[in-house]
């Protein structure tokens, strides 16, 4: 995606793998780079019966927390 910028086709192509995946009864996914949690966001009907572990999202949470002064960065994993 991130090389043609085509959400559309990378979206049809992200479902196919989940499905693919869902066949093989695996339910949950590691969004492991920003571009996958933009294809979900763009399309959650591909997202059905997968539960995703989005490392973007916790990453943020953990800066925030320590920016906020919320927690320490050593404490982090303790709270995302």
């Not at 990378?10 to 693919?20: R, T, Y």
């Not at 591909?46 to 960065?73: H, R």
Request: net charge negative.
């Amino acid at each position: 995606m991130a090389k043609g910028n085509d959400l559309e086709g990378s979206a049809k192509l992200f479902g196919e793998i989940l499905n693919s995946l869902k066949a093989k009864n695996i339910t949950t996914v590691l969004l492991g780079c920003t571009e996958m949690n933009l294809i979900v966001t763009h399309d959650p009907t591909i997202c059905k019966g997968m539960t995703f572990l989005d490392t973007t999202k916790t990453l943020a949470k953990a800066v925030a927390g320590i920016g906020k002064g919320e927690f320490s960065i050593e404490d982090a994993p303790n709270h995302v």
